[in-house]
């Protein structure tokens, strides 16, 4: 069992900034990649970065390039998303997922946080 606990959602003005933290204890040798997730009103839940626990992989969602970036502390077994430059349209209930994928696959159980709100007023 993989647990993972997300932290640092809130409100900010359009072009503003927050950092987001997803803490994850456990059996964490059982994955090799954390990503971000978010699910607005209505919407189905997009992806929104990975990040291998190795840091030698990395993606983002076309419509967060160049604003957002995942990073990660292995030390503390710790992932971040730091989000810039934000959008009324990021607004949305941001997830923390952890998996092993294995040639593009997805592997054994999926391990997901409580998610943490972020508002971004117009």
């Known amino acids: 069992q993989v647990q993972l606990v997300e932290s640092g959602g809130g409100l900010v003005q359009a072009g503003g900034s927050l950092r987001l933290s997803c803490a994850a204890s456990?059996?964490?040798?059982?994955?090799?990649?954390i990503g971000w997730y978010r699910q607005a009103p209505g919407k189905e839940r997009e992806l929104v970065a990975t990040?291998?626990?190795?840091?030698?992989?990395?993606s983002y969602a076309d419509s967060v390039k160049g604003r957002f970036t995942i990073s990660r502390d292995s030390a503390k077994n710790t992932v971040f998303l730091q989000m810039n430059s934000l959008k009324p349209e990021d607004t949305a209930v941001y997830y923390c997922?952890?998996?092993?994928?294995?040639?593009?696959?997805?592997?054994?159980?999926?391990?997901w946080g409580q998610g943490t709100q972020v508002t971004v007023s117009s």
């Open positions: 456990g059996s964490i040798a059982s994955i090799n990649t």
């Open positions: 997922n952890a998996r092993r994928m294995y040639s593009g696959i997805a592997i054994g159980p999926l391990y």
């Open positions: 990040i291998s626990t190795g840091g030698s992989s990395i």
